[in-house]
């Protein structure tokens, strides 16, 4: 039977694919030390599941809740953006609650797209940043990924280029996967662009707070005139160890704010009412669960940089965000990033996310994820020691598991 025209536009989805290697590995018997999905294994703080075990207790809110967002909680976003940022945010017009920063986005997608809109989007980047627009009918245009003094250039040449005009500009720094940050400076050069050649910038910001440098990443609405063509999204799964929660937000202009809060009145009731109240108690904390959280990953990172280094595997040390991304060892990058990660959950029982599930120039690296903790780490560094020392898996001897089946 032929596939529906949506579904036929997405390509195979590569992490599937490595997560039935792991589950079959697993059924086996093996420890499967996995780094690949980005799912935080640390718990969500005390007084956030207080907060909800308090509410839920209340019968009244547990009837449908508000598709945009309870009125507290979104003064505490603002009020976080004024804190963390010096940006003025109106709660009830630039200010939306999502579930999750994933969902935000699609339906950001599907409420200014039009068929055949053409989007500018980093490449390699997260998948929903370029799939959600191709499922609301739109035309991806790739861009590099580092927000360095080629970023500008490669712009120019993508409106020169693209028939249609493009219609919109993604960004995402702190990013997933590179890591990679960028800085004011960058942002008010981008934001000068997209007010000259009219387009909208979307800003992903969910790893705003997850940072190893002294300099906490900005926001791009920090630019003066960026709130006239930009929506920001940021998300509480990291930042609070919520990721099982779904709450995340858009803050920014007002027009596209309006447009993201009506496709979303006619989808769903928002989160679960206590969700949203805990969320509020979260975002109006003194910051110290944030400060534990970013503590936590800034010790994983410098084990995972240490003890894969010494196992022969080098691993530039991200800046920020819990995720390294991972040059492929020169003696395997023939074999791509899908291939290489099936072999070390055959070989080595360590699991990383592919390179190319996150577009086709992240094919010789693969993303590990810093959601094991310190000890299982050191774990993985010695199996991929083993791993990259043994005469079985030299370079001469290694055939993709594709061509062995």
Same mark, same amino acid.
């Given at each position: 039977?032929?596939?529906?025209?949506?579904?036929?536009?997405?390509?195979?989805?590569?992490?599937?694919?490595?997560?039935?290697?792991?589950?079959?590995?697993?059924?086996?018997?093996?420890?499967?030390?996995?780094?690949?999905?980005?799912?935080?294994?640390?718990?969500?703080?005390?007084?956030?599941?207080?907060?909800?075990?308090?509410?839920?207790?209340?019968?009244?809110?547990?009837?449908?809740?508000?598709?945009?967002?309870?009125?507290?909680?979104?003064?505490?976003?603002?009020?976080?953006?004024?804190?963390?940022?010096?940006?003025?945010?109106?709660?009830?017009?630039?200010?939306?609650?999502?579930?999750?920063?994933?969902?935000?986005?699609?339906?950001?997608?599907?409420?200014?797209?039009?068929?055949?809109?053409?989007?500018?989007?980093?490449?390699?980047?997260?998948?929903?940043?370029?799939?959600?627009?191709?499922?609301?009918? &739109?035309?991806?245009?790739?861009?590099?990924?580092?927000?360095?003094?080629?970023?500008?250039?490669?712009?120019?040449?993508?409106?020169?280029?693209?028939?249609?005009?493009?219609?919109?500009?993604?960004?995402?720094?702190?990013?997933?996967?590179?890591?990679?940050?960028?800085?004011?400076?960058?942002?008010?050069?981008?934001? %000068?662009? $997209?007010?000259?050649?009219?387009?909208?910038?979307?800003?992903?910001? $969910?790893?705003?707070?997850?940072?190893?440098?002294?300099?906490?990443?900005?926001?791009?609405?920090?630019?003066?005139?960026?709130?006239?063509?930009?929506?920001?999204?940021?998300?509480?799964?990291?930042?609070?160890?919520?990721?099982?929660?779904?709450?995340?937000?858009?803050?920014?202009?007002?027009?596209?704010?309006?447009?993201?809060?009506?496709?979303?009145?006619?989808?769903?009731?928002?989160?679960?009412?206590?969700?949203?109240?805990?969320?509020?108690?979260?975002?109006?904390?003194?910051?110290?669960?944030?400060?534990?959280?970013?503590?936590?990953?800034?010790?994983?990172?410098?084990?995972?940089?240490?003890?894969?280094?010494? %196992?022969?595997?080098?691993?530039?040390?991200?800046?920020?965000?819990?995720?390294?991304?991972?040059?492929?060892?020169?003696?395997?990058?023939?074999? &791509?990033?899908?291939?290489?990660?099936?072999?070390?959950?055959?070989?080595?029982?360590?699991?990383?996310?592919?390179?190319?599930?996150?577009?086709?120039?992240?094919?010789?690296?693969?993303?590990?994820?810093?959601?094991?903790?310190?000890?299982?780490?050191?774990?993985?560094?010695?199996?991929?020691?083993?791993?990259?020392?043994?005469? $079985?898996?030299?370079?001469?001897?290694?055939?993709?598991?594709?061509?062995?089946?």
């Amino acid at each position: 039977m032929e596939e529906f025209h949506k579904v036929r536009r997405l390509p195979p989805y590569v992490f599937e694919q490595v997560n039935r290697l792991k589950a079959s590995a697993r059924a086996r018997g093996a420890d499967i030390v996995d780094l690949g999905m980005g799912n935080p294994d640390l718990p969500t703080p005390k007084a956030i599941v207080d907060k909800l075990c308090e509410v839920v207790r209340d019968p009244r809110t547990h009837r449908y809740s508000s598709s945009r967002g309870i009125p507290g909680l979104r003064r505490a976003q603002a009020n976080y953006y004024a804190r963390r940022f010096g940006v003025k945010l109106d709660p009830d017009t630039q200010v939306v609650a999502t579930l999750g920063s994933k969902e935000g986005f699609a339906n950001m997608a599907q409420a200014i797209t039009a068929p055949g809109d053409v989007v500018l989007c980093p490449n390699p980047t997260y998948p929903i940043h370029a799939f959600g627009f191709i499922m609301s009918g &739109g035309v991806i245009r790739s861009l590099q990924a580092e927000p360095d003094d080629g970023f500008i250039p490669a712009l120019e040449r993508g409106m020169r280029h693209s028939i249609p005009k493009p219609l919109a500009l993604i960004l995402n720094y702190p990013s997933n996967p590179t890591a990679l940050v960028a800085s004011l400076d960058f942002y008010k050069d981008v934001v %000068a662009f $997209a007010r000259k050649h009219e387009i909208i910038i979307l800003s992903d910001l $969910a790893y705003a707070e997850i940072y190893f440098d002294d300099t906490p990443p900005p926001s791009v609405l920090q630019v003066p005139g960026a709130m006239d063509v930009t929506v920001e999204f940021t998300s509480m799964s990291k930042t609070f160890s919520m990721p099982g929660w779904r709450m995340g937000f858009a803050v920014g202009n007002e027009r596209l704010i309006a447009a993201l809060t009506r496709v979303k009145s006619y989808l769903d009731y928002g989160a679960f009412t206590p969700i949203q109240v805990a969320a509020t108690a979260a975002l109006n904390g003194d910051g110290s669960d944030i400060a534990e959280v970013r503590e936590v990953y800034h010790k994983r990172r410098e084990v995972m940089v240490d003890a894969f280094g010494r %196992a022969g595997w080098d691993i530039p040390a991200p800046a920020a965000t819990m995720f390294a991304w991972a040059p492929i060892p020169e003696q395997f990058r023939h074999l &791509g990033s899908l291939e290489f990660s099936k072999l070390l959950i055959e070989k080595a029982d360590v699991a990383v996310a592919p390179g190319i599930g996150f577009g086709e120039y992240g094919d010789d690296h693969v993303r590990i994820a810093l959601v094991e903790n310190e000890h299982r780490i050191r774990q993985a560094a010695r199996n991929i020691k083993r791993f990259l020392g043994s005469d $079985a898996d030299k370079p001469d001897n290694v055939v993709p598991l594709a061509a062995q089946r």
